[in-house]
T-cell receptor, first 114, second 114 residues
Framework: AQTVTQSQPEMSVQEAETVTLSCTYD???????LFWYKQPPSRQMILVIRQEAYKQQNATENRFSVNFQKAAKSFSLKISDSQLGDTAMYFC???????????FGAGTRLTVKP | DTGVSQDPRHKITKRGQNVTFRCDPISEHNRLYWYRQTLGQGPEFLTY????????KSRLLSDRFSAERPKGSFSTLEIQRTEQGDSAMYLCASSLETANYGYTFGSGTRLTVV
C-alpha cells in the first residue's frame, strides 16, 4: 500500500524557536518524490519543499529543511526561527506508483505562539 | 497567469440539488486534479485529467459525481442529487506533466449541503 502517516495531529512552538514535523510513508518504489505542503487558515495550499528520493542531500528552502531517511521511510520537516505566519496545517505528500496523483497525510496543525 | 482559479468560493445548497464547480488551471499545465478535503483531514484524490482525457477516477467518485475538461483547459465537477455527506472543500490543482513536479492548488470551493 502507498500510504503517508503523520503521527502528530497538533504541535505548537514559540516564535523564533525550531520545530520538527514528522512524516513516514510506505512505498515499494526506489525513486520517487516527497513533498511538504502548507495550508494557512482559510487560505490555499502551497508547496513548501520538495525532495527527490535518489538525492542523498536534504532539501532546504530558506528556514525550511527536511531530514530524509530513505531506509526508514521517514521525511520530517524542520522549521527554523518560527514565525507567526508559519501557523498552518502542514501536509506530507508523495505521488504513488505511476505518478498519477498525490497522496496526502492527515496533516499536522502547527501553532506558532508569540 | 494568476494561478489556479476556482469558482465559486462557497456554495450552499439544499439536499437533492445539483451543483457544478469550475476550475481554471495554470495555462501551461497539462494535468488537472480534483480533491476533496473534509475538516481536519488531508485532501483525498477524486480524479485527474491529462489534457482533455480523464485518466483515473477514485472509488470516492460515486455515480453522482462527474468531471469534464473540454478542450483540455478549464474543468468542471458536477455533483448530482447532493447529500449532506458531500459537504466538504473541493480542491482543484494542476501540474506540469506528472505529479512529481508538485501541484499548484486553487483556493477551493467549500460546499455545504443543508
Amino acid at each position: 500500500a502507498q500510504t503517508v502517516t503523520q503521527s502528530q495531529p497538533e504541535m505548537s512552538v514559540q516564535e523564533a524557536e525550531t520545530v520538527t514535523l514528522s512524516c513516514t510513508y510506505d512505498t515499494s518504489e526506489s525513486n520517487y518524490y516527497l513533498f511538504w505542503y502548507k495550508q494557512p487558515p482559510s487560505r490555499q495550499m502551497i508547496l513548501v519543499i520538495r525532495q527527490e528520493a535518489y538525492k542523498q542531500q536534504n532539501a532546504t528552502e530558506n528556514r525550511f529543511s527536511v531530514n530524509f531517511q530513505k531506509a526508514a521511510k521517514s521525511f520530517s520537516l524542520k522549521i527554523s526561527d518560527s514565525q507567526l505566519g508559519d501557523t498552518a496545517m502542514y501536509f506530507c505528500a508523495f505521488p504513488p506508483l505511476g505518478n498519477n496523483d498525490m497522496r496526502f497525510g492527515a496533516g499536522t496543525r502547527l501553532t506558532v505562539k508569540p | 497567469d494568476t494561478g489556479v482559479s476556482q469558482d465559486p468560493r462557497h456554495k450552499i445548497t439544499k439536499r437533492g440539488q445539483n451543483v457544478t464547480f469550475r476550475c481554471d488551471p495554470i495555462s501551461e499545465h497539462n494535468r488537472l486534479y480534483w480533491y476533496r478535503q473534509t475538516l481536519g483531514q488531508g485532501p483525498e484524490f477524486l480524479t485527474y485529467f491529462q489534457n482533455e482525457a480523464q485518466l483515473e477516477k477514485s472509488r470516492l467518485l460515486s455515480d453522482r459525481f462527474s468531471a469534464e475538461r473540454p478542450k483540455g483547459s478549464f474543468s468542471t465537477l458536477e455533483i448530482q442529487r447532493t447529500e449532506q455527506g458531500d459537504s466538504a472543500m473541493y480542491l482543484c490543482a494542476s501540474s506540469l506533466e506528472t505529479a512529481n513536479y508538485g501541484y499548484t492548488f486553487g483556493s477551493g470551493t467549500r460546499l455545504t449541503v443543508v
